[in-house]
């Protein structure tokens, strides 16, 4: 085990002046411990929590016209600003460089005493830090994935299909009888839907665009709503109205959809309510903010009584409380179903220089939906 | 029991075009059933939750400064108009008089077969309907006070001493350390103070006027932050990282200072946090809108990582949790400590016809911390 690895690793560092750079460091990886494996990273994907780290935070990422390359084409370098406002929430990264990336896929290269059984397998990993050539991960952070997997099926086998799952979890254990997903045609959405129809449990499904509509109803999605129709509210009371869907996932944080599901949950649920209750139903409706597409803030306008709940929702916190059992259950079926189920779509690959073009990160930091980026580190 | 028992009873009425009419009707009671009692109500408090009743609903309220005398001396009658943009969330209220006063107290005058007991004793009672010289109740609704209480101790037993000790309850039942309570001036917060004082469980009093903090001051208050001071934020975050209050109750509802509180919870929980955590700290912090004083938007302006929920909260709901047990549990406790821990405090206090005068309308329609009234009927 003399054999050092080395490669490239793409880092995102924050000054005292607000100053981002994006770079890359050719990095040495010290030999695997007992437990550990070096895995040659194959495909990474940028998931949008991957780009509140590369370009600033979730609140404050670098505006992206005004992103200047300073390197030479071997060594790209961006560097740009981070709004002043932004600033205080990031206090703790400034002057640490972080290696973004939270999952992948490779093939195990070097792996430890205990983790020989590994050794040339392709793995399924996570742990941050996979925009690299090369990785080392503890084998816990890592799972074989089935034979014949290519690197693009395994590289998102945690985030999305966790999150998917995850919300189903959150559906029994708060008891809930179905859900309403915003920003439904997402690369999650559309897992979610499949896994929804599998279960059958309800979804309503909303989207912005009639053409995100139709992906949805073309995947067999039976509720699926577009907030630029002008019947949209009364169209969205009516799927409530019959799935009964209490419990709502909202990636967008910003504005007032999250406020106007929660009164169409409200006018649903008083449908069949007989006289006057000024303090509304005691239909409890839940919705979790799960992610911050839109920065803006989340705006509360309209009554919707006294039993209802907005909070965040965090996969991290989740799997907490699920423990290791619940989410090796969650990962055997998400290791099963990779290529139907828990498939992701992908818009292009880029090499590790790429992802440093001015061009490439407007384009991947737009955070379309159906825009998903993967890594490739070794092209 | 031959004897009827007849007296003016305060009346709201909306009609389809959103008039709203208050007026006095001339009532006579049945006799009563076996388990009832016709009690002469000496005192009733006027709650925010009543008002919301009494002027339209908590979303859409007359305006103050439109209130139009059509009736007589002896007869008073009110009539508004309730904005148009209110009226769907009323439909159910349309045509159907309503009979405000949700709790009050007085005198046994008749009571069923089962209810001899009570026969002459003062009682506090709930039920909705108490703005009437007579009112029959229940006995599972009615309490009888200590010998010597008077009418205007025993008006508000119920309210505010269950709502001040459900939020205790939900402190425990949600594992939290301290409370902070905005608006925390009013009668129910200076309850809460006592409570809290009395239990050792850390509260901090947010008030938004220098003299209202020298209130609770006097009562003994260790927190007590005033927004309208230019450190506010500042101490908010010293007093939430001393006391580790992480669950906030909120009466007012619309505006940006939910978010503060949020914030400022998160600020003091990632005091002693080493590292970056793109997603915040893991402390759960929570925040309950129990009452709706403002009623503009609610504004989430900040960041506050995952961990976080804003929901609402109803005595009615928090009850049923606790069960009929529990309840009485709490409410053995109010009685115990009326004059004391569960005191209330009035501005002023109104016959039945005072109430429909346009300028007792506009002082008690306001809402102004410490600006509580008390209706007595028979006066």
Redesign the interface.
């Known amino acids: 085990m003399t054999e050092r690895f080395s490669g490239l690793q793409l880092r995102s560092t924050l000054d005292q002046s607000g100053t981002l750079t994006l770079d890359l460091a050719w990095t040495t990886l010290s030999s695997p411990g007992p437990d550990e494996v070096v895995v040659q990273v194959e495909a990474t994907p940028i998931n949008p ?1 991957d780009l ?2 590369l370009l600033g ?3 404050g990422p670098v505006n992206l016209d005004d992103l200047q390359p300073v390197g030479s084409e071997k060594w790209p370098t961006i560097v740009a600003k981070v709004p002043a406002t932004a600033l205080p ?2 206090r ?2 400034i002057g ?1 460089p ?1 290696t973004p990336g939270a999952e992948g896929a490779g093939v195990v290269v070097c792996a430890g005493t205990h983790a020989q059984h590994l050794l040339g397998r392709r793995v399924a990993m996570r742990g941050g830090g996979m925009y690299a050539q090369y990785r080392m991960v503890n084998i816990r952070d890592c799972v074989a994935l089935p034979d014949g997997t290519s690197a693009a099926d395994g590289a998102s086998m945690f985030i999305n299909p966790l999150t998917a799952l995850g919300f189903l979890e959150t559906l029994k254990a708060e008891r809930h009888e179905g859900i309403v997903h915003l920003a439904a045609a997402s690369n999650l959405g559309r897992m979610l839907n499949r896994i929804c129809l599998a279960d059958s449990i309800p979804l309503v499904n909303v989207v912005r665009k009639a053409e995100q509509a139709r992906i949805l109803r073309d995947a067999g999605a039976r509720y699926v709503l577009d907030s630029s129709d002008q019947h949209f509210e009364e169209g969205l009371v009516e799927a409530l109205y019959e799935t009964k869907a209490t419990l709502a996932f909202d990636p967008i944080g910003g504005g ?1 959809q999250a ?1 106007q599901v929660l009164a169409a949950m409200e006018t649903a649920a008083s449908r069949d309510v007989k ?5 509304g139903t ?1 239909v409890f409706k839940q919705l979790y ?2 992610g911050t597409l839109d920065l803006a ?5 309209r ?12 996969l ?2 989740r799997l907490r409380q699920l423990g290791p059992d619940g989410e090796a259950k969650l990962l055997k079926r998400v290791s099963r179903e990779l290529t139907t189920t828990f498939a992701s779509q992908y818009t292009a690959a880029l090499g590790l220089r790429n992802v440093l073009q001015p061009d490439a990160i407007r384009a991947y930091g737009r955070k379309a939906t159906g825009g998903k980026y993967l890594i490739t580190p070794q092209g």
């Open positions: 929590s509140a780290v935070s979730a609140t929430s990031m703790d990264r640490v972080i007032a406020s006289g006057y209750n000024r303090y005691d903010i799960y803030p989340t705006v509360l306008d009554w919707v009584g006294f039993a209802w709940s907005i909070g965040g929702w965090l991290t916190h």
